[in-house]
């Protein structure tokens, strides 16, 4: 039993939805199994608080609304009551449980009387220290209420604002290990509770005083502000002193404020007894409140600088700085930033800490909250006034740090040397150079793939702090190109560079100079046993040069020509280097040096569509060669120049030339566009149609076993069980008259599935849909695998009356359970009697346990209807498939009837009205569907009796 729960569990915490469609259940159903077992005295605790996790990983899909939510957690609060005092896990499984529901479920922030009986349950449980020196499970029980109370909190600020004054005693009071959750939920209450007095414009100190005093009425209030809260977004209470700090709300109390000042003084002494993580977000919390009361001065923190400056922790450091963002040269003097400064740079080069640690500290400096800072708290990385090149000495990259480091340190040290000013001459800039220059002699050596992504992000860093000195730029760009020539493969390593350079750095002429170094390179290189994908790396370059208008383009022309004619001849001449060439002469086109290379150029495309081995090769050279010795240089380069304009421009750039005027209608009627709305909807004629066998079968009325000529027919190859459903294809409500969709053609609507319950669908077709006509009639043919209900998502591809083609898509179809129902499909010659006889053979073999049938199952249902309305049941919905009324025209006693649900399911009901109720017995060779059967009686009784 425990095997068997223990994979249901894992398998729906995995995938809910996975686990739904496997087993054919419901969430509803795997709820209520989930409280019967739970409910259930014979299970063992271990069982049941495995069968507590899909509660606390998945609330909102065992209890999709909010009433469902607090009828589970009154459920699991009276398991709570009914367990043994001494049954410690399971308890803290069901409070976890019980708060998870409610929280995610929206119930908190609604405050329903579910979450009342909660509070208080929680509240007696944290009260309770009548066990305090027995073993550690009841403090684990009173540490899990602390937690659940403040996820309650957290959620809903301000609700147990009535009771701070209780929480404060027994935080005072606690003096065991549960003195830090008691200490947790006690600050997040307070901050909580002054936040929601600094946002009420009329509460002063008066209000302060008698909310920390325990008064009830104030606390009431308190409370009743923060249902204004609800409405809003609780994340941004998380953190004030994240954002801007005139943000922050304040509350005006005056200089004096004792009480809170004496509550603040006591956290910060009991700080020291709790773990790091712990006396960081006290630390915050604590942080918060001073900043928005100003009767509280920022000293009172001063006795924790000593400690928290010489701290190693990470999170410690972290609630330091943001204390020093918070209250700047009010808090901390010049010294402190100094030595803050300092303890920074020594942890960032710690060999006992990891690396995530030590880029920690090195983004601490490049964020360092600044006693005077100049810019505003928003701005990008900036080094602190106070960070000399002298401290950065410690942190200069060396080529054993690992890429993420090396990579910080020296975009750091760029930074310190930029605000030093040096220049070429500076001896810390020619160590960051030599450190570049090591770096692309180790790439050049075969380094490896990061040390090659490390080398040219470390070039783009040192171009984009010192690309303006000439000297370097001018020396690194010979090493690349040297670096080029002996590794032509680092092609989109070389451009890539060059293009965010050029884009990082506009002004500046390296990209253009770096390019000419390339093209210098490359037209110098012998065509003597270059491979081919050499030579397609170098065309690839030429072709970004050649995109550069200050280059001449002379060279790139020369060079190509020698290609052109090498490869002619050459088992180079392949379609991929042929593409190459194309793209460097595309380039060449559009440049507005062309006149000078016009006859050159010209000569390389005649010969290339004359001579080159590839067809289409030939082809495009030949179109390139006409365009070029017909259209003007204006029109040349409006045809090959895509028109660009910017989204919401009324007039759209157009090029010169009427060909490629033509060509955008084209494109435009050739684009598949998307509508913004629905335009079409599927709308559902009548019941579902009954299977009918084709005609050639025989009828079998001369065999004595109904049963076994009725199961011959699906042998059949003609066999294909199927439901047909017949909807209307009409303009949706959103569709008004008189828009361009009132005349739709060429529809192809396509249908795709949710789940693997049928057959996949083919696209169906509907040759028009005009408003002024009738409807089309669209008739789908499914194919059920199980015979359950599903939703298909539809979508539909037209034409308009103006030639465009459009996308859109339709409102999802529901298949509802009823629809897969089908009459039995027997013989047409069958008569009522033979139809009865096979009624009677499939309910002998469901219910006589027959090992054939070890799916089957049977199983009761109840209501209460008079014989009217269960006469117009019967005719509304089960009409078809009634086989039998024993009674005639009086009062009948039994009514039978049988569904066939495709492809091989059967349902069978027997009706009969007792004195006081209605039962329906139910048999079916399908146990899976005895959820579906269920759910559809509860709809059409409910319904009838309503």
């Known amino acids: 039993m425990t095997e068997q729960w223990a994979e249901k569990v894992l398998l729906f915490c995995r995938s809910p939805a996975r686990f739904l469609s496997a087993s054919g259940t419901t969430a509803d159903a795997v709820h209520a199994e989930l409280l019967r077992e739970l409910r259930d005295d014979r299970a063992q605790d271990h069982v049941k608080v495995l069968l507590l996790a899909p509660y606390c990983e998945h609330p909102l899909v065992l209890c999709p609304s909010v009433s469902v939510a607090e009828d589970s957690a009154l459920e699991l609060m009276s398991v709570f009551s009914q367990c043994s005092p001494k049954v ?80 404060g005693a027994l935080r005072q009071r606690e003096s065991s290990r549960l003195h830090q959750a008691y200490t947790e939920l006690y600050s997040l209450v307070l901050r909580n509770s002054v936040l929601q007095l600094a946002q009420d414009t009329g509460s002063g100190p008066e209000q302060l005083k008698a909310l920390l005093e325990g008064d009830v009425c104030v606390a009431s209030e308190v409370t009743q502000d923060s249902d204004l809260m609800n409405g809003k977004d609780v994340s941004a209470l998380s953190s004030l002193v994240l954002g801007p700090m005139g943000a922050v709300p304040t509350l005006q109390t005056g200089p004096e404020c004792k009480e809170l000042r004496s509550i603040l003084s006591s956290l910060l002494e009991d700080s020291y007894l709790l773990t790091s993580l712990a006396q960081s977000s006290l630390l915050q919390k604590l942080i918060e409140l001073v900043a928005m009361v100003p009767g509280v001065s920022p000293s009172i923190f001063r006795a924790q600088l000593l400690r928290l400056l010489g701290t190693t922790e990470v999170s410690l450091l972290h609630t330091t700085l943001l204390m020093k963002s918070a209250f700047t040269d009010s808090l901390f003097s010049a010294e402190d930033e100094e030595f803050l400064l300092k303890r920074l740079v020594v942890l960032s080069q710690h060999p006992l800490l990891s690396t995530a640690e030590k880029l920690f500290y090195l983004d601490c400096l490049l964020h360092f909250p600044e006693n005077r800072p100049i810019g505003s708290g928003d701005r990008d990385e900036v080094l602190p006034v106070l960070f000399t090149p002298q401290l950065a000495t410690a942190l200069v990259p060396t080529v054993f740090n690992d890429r993420v480091t090396m990579l910080t340190r020296f975009n750091l040290l760029s930074m310190v040397y930029v605000e030093d000013g040096e220049d070429e001459e500076g001896k810390g800039l020619a160590y960051l150079y030599e450190h570049l220059v090591a770096l692309l002699g180790i790439v050049g050596n075969g380094g490896n793939r990061d040390t090659v992504s490390t080398f040219f992000r470390a070039s783009f860093l040192f171009l984009s702090h010192f690309g303006h000195i000439e000297n370097f730029s001018r020396h690194l760009i010979k090493r690349l190109c040297e670096l080029y020539l002996d590794h032509t493969h680092l092609a989109p390593q070389l451009i890539n560079l060059a293009n965010e350079t050029q884009s990082k750095l506009p002004d500046s002429n390296f990209t253009v100079a770096l390019l000419q170094g390339f093209q210098r390179t490359i037209t110098k290189v012998s065509l003597t046993n270059l491979k081919s994908q050499e030579l397609t790396c170098h065309l690839r370059v030429l072709s970004r040069v050649a995109e550069e208008r200050d280059i001449p383009q002379r060279p790139t022309l020369l060079f190509l020509s020698a290609v052109v004619v090498a ?375 409910s319904s009838d009796t309503r």
Not at 587 to 598: E, G, I, V
């Open 88 to 167: 410690f896990p399971l308890r803290c499984h069901l409070l976890v449980a019980v708060t998870s529901v409610l929280v995610c479920t929206d119930c908190v922030r609604r405050r329903s009387s579910a979450v009342q009986d909660v509070l208080e349950l929680l509240l007696v449980i944290v009260q309770d220290t009548s066990e305090l020196h027995s073993d550690g499970s009841s403090r684990s029980l009173r540490a899990t209420a602390c937690d659940c109370l403040r996820e309650m909190e957290a959620c809903c600020p301000g609700l147990l604002s009535q009771h701070l004054e209780l929480l």
């Open 567 to 941: 490869s002619a001849s050459s088992p180079l001449g392949n379609w991929r280097l042929g593409n190459s060439i194309l793209a460097v002469c595309r380039c060449l086109l559009t440049h507005p040096d062309l006149d000078s290379m016009l006859v050159t150029l010209a000569d390389v495309l005649q010969h290339m569509s004359s001579s080159y081995r590839d067809t289409d090769i030939q082809d495009h050279s030949r179109l390139y060669y006409t365009l070029l010795t017909n259209l003007s240089k204006e029109k040349l380069a409006g045809v090959l120049e895509r028109g660009t304009a910017t989204e919401g421009d009324q007039v759209k750039k157009r090029s010169l030339s009427c060909i490629v005027a033509e060509s955008e209608g084209q494109a435009s009627i050739l684009t598949i566009h998307r509508t913004k709305k629905d335009v079409l909807k599927l709308v559902e004629l009548n019941a579902t149609e009954p299977r009918q066998l084709p005609e050639d079968v025989k009828d079998s009325c001369g065999s004595v076993d109904a049963i076994v000529d009725y199961r011959s027919q699906f042998d059949g190859p003609e066999f294909a069980s199927e439901v047909t459903v017949r909807y209307q294809l009409v303009h949706s409500e959103e569709n008004q008259p008189g828009s361009p969709f009132d005349r739709l053609f060429s529809i192809r609507l396509h249908l795709s599935l949710t789940d693997d319950h049928y057959e996949a669908l083919r696209d169906v077709s509907v040759p028009c849909l005009l408003r002024e006509t009738p409807p089309p009639v669209i008739s789908l043919k499914l194919r059920p695998r199980q015979p359950y209900p599903t939703t298909l998502n539809a979508s539909a591809v037209f034409t308009t009356q103006d030639g465009l083609t459009w996308y859109s898509n339709l409102p999802n179809i529901e298949v509802s359970f009823q629809q897969t129902f089908c009459p039995v499909p027997v013989p047409p010659a069958w008569g009522p009697l033979r139809r009865l006889d096979l009624f009677n053979a499939l309910w002998s073999e469901i219910c006589g346990g027959s090992e054939e049938m070890v799916e089957s199952a049977e199983s009761l249902f109840c209501c209460g209807l008079d014989r009217g309305a269960l006469e117009e049941l019967l005719q509304r919905h089960l009409k078809t498939f009634v086989l039998e009324d024993d009674g005639g025209g009086g009062d009948w006693h039994e009514v039978r009837a049988m569904v066939f649900l495709p492809p091989l399911s059967h349902l069978l009901l027997k009706v009969r009205r007792e004195e006081d109720a209605v039962t329906f017995d139910i048999a079916t060779d399908n146990w899976r569907l005895l959820p579906h059967v269920n759910s559809f009686l509860q709809d059409i009784t």
